[in-house]
């Protein structure tokens, strides 16, 4: 561990998440916060018991990953709001993937939402709130160094596997997965691992019948429900809210 850094330092602060310091230098404890943000940042609010149920589905979707041969970040639950994971390095990027056109896609291309996609897509964005989260190629990432054409193609292949798994299970749960944003970084033994969060915030989740959205864009749309949205999430993932 770095010598400036003690056990139970606040180390970063995001709009969704903490980052604590613990007593080991490979460990970090995650506390997940009650906001709900939008639009980089520029919608915010504050809504009760966000936090409790994004911990809870995000640790069932990294066990998921882990027992099907997925290396993540995630070590363990510890609490309503807490959960240890292992500390990465993270790449500067956001990866999505898409199964269905909606959001970003719909608007950039002028689709309408819902089409299917003949194939799963992957695409990549520069993690930088100032700028929008701007869209870069693979050969941007490499020539301007966030990643190497060997590093871009083991995060694609992840990212798919991830896709593979997570869209069986919510299949048989009623649940259609139409996108999703994931974050990679190495882990001390070098692996490229999964790593921030899967949950509704960070994912599109539409009822696989009604096409109810189980998802954050029920904030983004100001749709209302969206603890009950969560909630009902987590049951069908077979936890039970609090």
């Given amino acids: 561990m770095a010598t400036t850094e003690r056990a139970g330092e606040l180390l970063y602060e995001g709009k969704a998440k903490q980052l604590?310091?613990?007593?080991?230098?490979?460990l970090l404890r995650m506390r997940y916060k009650d906001d709900a943000t939008a639009f980089d940042g520029k919608k915010h609010a504050v809504i009760a018991g966000k936090g409790q149920l994004n911990n809870a589905i995000s640790a069932i979707f990294f066990?998921?990953?882990?027992?099907?041969?997925?290396?993540?970040?995630?070590?363990?639950?510890?609490?309503?709001?807490?959960?240890?994971?292992?500390?990465?390095?993270l790449f500067p990027l956001e990866v999505i993937v898409?199964?269905?056109?909606?959001?970003?896609?719909?608007?950039?291309?002028?689709?309408e939402e819902g089409m299917v996609l003949a194939h799963?897509?992957?695409e990549f964005d520069l993690k930088n709130d100032a700028l929008g989260d701007p869209l870069v190629t693979e050969e941007q990432i490499a020539v301007l160094g966030w990643a190497t054409q060997e590093e871009v193609a083991e995060i694609r292949r992840l990212a798919l596997r991830v896709n593979e798994i997570l869209s069986a299970d919510l299949r048989g749960r009623g649940v259609v997965l139409v996108d999703f944003k994931l974050e990679f970084g190495r882990d001390p033994e070098g692996r490229i691992v999964v790593a921030d969060e899967i949950s509704p915030d960070t994912c599109r989740f539409w009822d696989a019948e009604t096409r109810e959205k189980l998802d954050k864009d029920r904030f983004r749309r100001d749709l209302g429900?969206?603890?009950?949205?969560?909630?009902?999430?987590?049951?069908?993932?077979?936890?039970?809210?609090?």
Avoid: K, Q
């Fill in 98 to 111: 898409r199964n269905i056109v909606a959001g970003s896609m719909a608007r950039r291309y002028g689709l």
């Fill in 63 to 89: 066990a998921r990953l882990e027992e099907a041969g997925v290396p993540t970040h995630f070590v363990r639950r510890l609490s309503d709001l807490e959960c240890l994971v292992r500390r990465v390095r």
């Fill in 225 to 242: 429900g969206l603890e009950e949205a969560y909630a009902e999430m987590l049951r069908r993932l077979g936890g039970t809210p609090r």
């Fill in 120 to 122: 799963p897509t992957v």
């Fill in 20 to 26: 604590f310091a613990t007593e080991d230098p490979a």
